[in-house]
């Protein structure tokens, strides 16, 4: 079993920023890429952005400039840094990981149970 826990949101005003973390732990040889998505009310889920176990990352056109993605390969955790945080960035925020648990086994796919993140004055 992986388990995936995101911590750092929270009510946040416009301008302000944050830094969200998804700590990856349980069976896991390796992770391979680590992403983050958000789900406002009534819309559907957004990619916002991965990286991979060497660093490389891709973003979502929509957060270039003002999203970034790190990780921690030493603890299994991924960070996003949200900067110039917008009221329509409100939304649950959720990790997900692609690890493998064995050298010899094939990739699976985690998600994390997501942090609220509300932009509000």
């Known amino acids: 079993q992986v388990q995936l826990v995101e911590s750092g949101g929270g009510l946040v005003q416009p301008g302000g920023s944050l830094i969200l973390s998804c700590s990856a732990s349980g069976d896991i040889f390796s992770i391979s890429a680590m992403g983050w998505y958000r789900q406002a009310p009534g819309k559907q889920r957004e990619f916002l952005a991965f990286?991979?176990?060497?660093?490389?990352?891709k973003y979502a056109d929509s957060v270039k400039g003002r999203f970034t993605i790190s990780r921690d390969n030493t603890t299994s955790t991924s960070f996003l840094q949200i900067d110039s945080l917008k009221p329509e960035d409100t939304a649950v925020y959720s990790c997900?990981?692609?690890?493998?648990?064995?050298?010899?086994?094939?990739?699976?796919?985690?998600w994390g149970q997501g942090t609220q993140v509300t932009v509000s004055s």
């Open positions: 990286i991979t176990n060497v660093g490389n990352s």
């Open positions: 997900n990981a692609l690890t493998v648990a064995t050298i010899h086994s094939p990739p699976s796919d985690h």
